[in-house]
């Protein structure tokens, strides 16, 4: 053997040493979540160095706890993240995915594949899934749709009193809204201990008002919300300490002293701030009863302004003459504090209709854990609503394989070897799911997949309680078409792209 080409193979068992190493981590981080899959999935219990536990079943929650360092593992987790923020749902199965399609395409490329052929087979393949899996897709309908219920039951671990708040909340909210892209309705589920199952028109805001004096209960309240500290304009210290910063000082605070007047004029009855609060300005509405929250989160402010029509204002915003101000105050029928569970309700908005889905729990421990499956469950409704369903249980991801290996003949050349990578990796959800369940996978997926193939139906998957063939859309068991894309395509992503690293250098500090 010549010294170039002792000198390539050492380069090519370099670069599979280095996919070896990522794979190993990527499937460091797979295993910890695949085994919450499906019906039969049990929990994961995450320790922090100073004893803390959180016990969960939700995917994204357990990979974003994990303590992490290895660089692909992290890209795994971050493409987790996206699959979170894309959809709600179905980050379990996007990192088995992605794990499973690292594993094989390892494997093909320890036989001798190029990598550059495996990963064109891999994309090639990964849309040919899914323009296949969005043919298959049936539309929602109306709310009413009874499949729409069997999504948030599936969604929210089958936990049926979650189902139903769910649906509520979405018949609150009304289709038009679910559809539209800048709407996330996961956003409007809080969980709160000790609180009852409920559906609120309106908003509601984790914070009393500044102080106790104030209005418990507002009829028809005018909202004043500020995106800024209800103060007087600042003037920075070093100007401060001048006679002409003073003077600047005590012209701004006589100036604000006179726009709190505006309120008065105005009628407004609810100030909504995202700062603090000024002495002035606490002593003012005191007086006159009208009920100030400060240090508000944005995403409440957001979702008030949405509810009642308001503009947000700076501080600035408050010397704007009367008639102009006017135009950026909001309307609710109602606002009603609730001493016991520390919040504001606002109702009856003149803005968007706006549903608040809160979800009770028995326990502060067990608050997060509600929480996030009511979240699950939201936007899977919403995902549903937007782009259809198709059969569950992993049944579709084994007929996508099915599929995929009818169609590897089309392929020329040495890109039907990545084409085996996702048909082999579509197949690892219901794998893992029969695995969970107890039985064996190497049997049972052979007998779903000669199910479907002697019926020509790819919605059949597995019973996890019988271990026999059904018909998934018969029995309910279905998922929203968008997440399950979703999942393909960014396991796709992470696999390619990780496929694709031949060599780890680390970086030098910066100085």
């Not at 219920?149 to 936990?159: D, F, K, V």
């Amino acid at each position: 053997m010549s010294a170039s080409d002792r000198e390539e193979r050492n380069g090519h068992d370099d670069q599979i040493s280095v996919i070896q190493s990522n794979a190993s981590a990527v499937r460091a981080v797979a295993s910890a979540v695949e085994g919450t899959l499906g019906p039969k999935g049990l929990d994961t219990m995450l320790v922090d160095e100073s004893g803390e536990v959180l016990i969960t079943n939700d995917g994204v929650t357990i990979l974003d706890k994990m303590a992490v360092k290895h660089p692909a593992a992290r890209m795994l987790i971050n493409i987790a993240r996206s699959q979170q923020d894309e959809v709600g749902d179905g980050t379990t199965t996007a990192t088995v995915l992605a794990s499973a399609m690292v594993e094989e395409g390892l494997r093909k490329i320890e036989q001798g594949v190029p990598v550059a052929k495996v990963i064109a087979g891999i994309q090639e393949a990964a849309r040919l899934a899914i323009e296949w899996m969005r043919a298959k897709s049936s539309p929602i309908e109306t709310l009413d749709d009874p499949v729409l219920y069997q999504i948030a039951r599936i969604a929210g671990r089958e936990q049926e009193d979650i189902a139903r708040l769910i649906m509520e909340g979405a018949h609150t909210v009304g289709a038009e809204k679910l559809v539209e892209t800048s709407y996330r309705f996961a956003d409007s589920v809080v969980a709160a201990p000790g609180s009852e199952h409920e559906v609120i028109s309106g908003v509601l805001i984790s914070k009393l008002p500044v102080a106790d004096d104030m209005p418990s209960e507002l009829d028809q309240a005018r909202i004043l919300v500020m995106d800024d500290a209800f103060a007087p304009e600042e003037v920075d210290d070093e100007a401060l300490g001048t006679e002409i910063g003073f003077q600047r000082y005590l012209e701004l605070k006589d100036a604000f002293v006179k726009d709190l007047d505006k309120l008065v004029q105005l009628g407004v009855n609810l100030v909504i701030v995202d700062r603090s609060l000024d002495a002035l300005a606490e002593e003012f509405c005191r007086d006159r009863g009208i009920m100030v929250v400060h240090r508000v989160a944005k995403k409440e402010i957001k979702r008030v302004m949405e509810h009642t029509g308001a503009r947000s204002v700076k501080r600035t915003g408050l010397a704007k003459p009367v008639e102009e101000l006017s135009r950026y105050l909001g309307n609710a029928g109602k606002v009603v504090v609730n001493h016991r569970m520390k919040h504001v309700r606002i109702l009856d908005g003149s803005g968007t209709p706006t549903a608040t889905i809160l979800v009770g729990a028995p326990t502060p421990e067990l608050v997060g854990e509600r929480e996030r499956i009511a979240r699950d469950a939201a936007s899977s409704v919403q995902a549903a609503v937007r782009s259809g369903y198709i059969p569950g249980g992993g049944a579709i991801e084994l007929a996508a394989s099915i599929e995929l290996e009818k169609q590897k003949s089309a392929l020329r050349g040495m890109e039907s070897f990545g084409m085996e990578v996702v048909s082999h990796a579509m197949r690892r959800p219901l794998t893992q799911m029969i695995q969970n369940a107890g039985f064996s996978p190497l049997e049972k997926v052979e007998q779903v997949k000669a199910t479907q193939i002697e019926t020509g139906n790819h919605a059949f998957g597995l019973d996890l309680d019988t271990g026999t063939p059904v018909d998934m859309l018969e029995v309910g068991v279905v998922d929203p078409v968008q997440v399950k894309i979703q999942a393909v395509q960014a396991a796709a992503e992470v696999s390619r792209a990780i496929l694709r690293i031949h060599t780890i250098i680390r970086m030098k500090e910066e100085e």
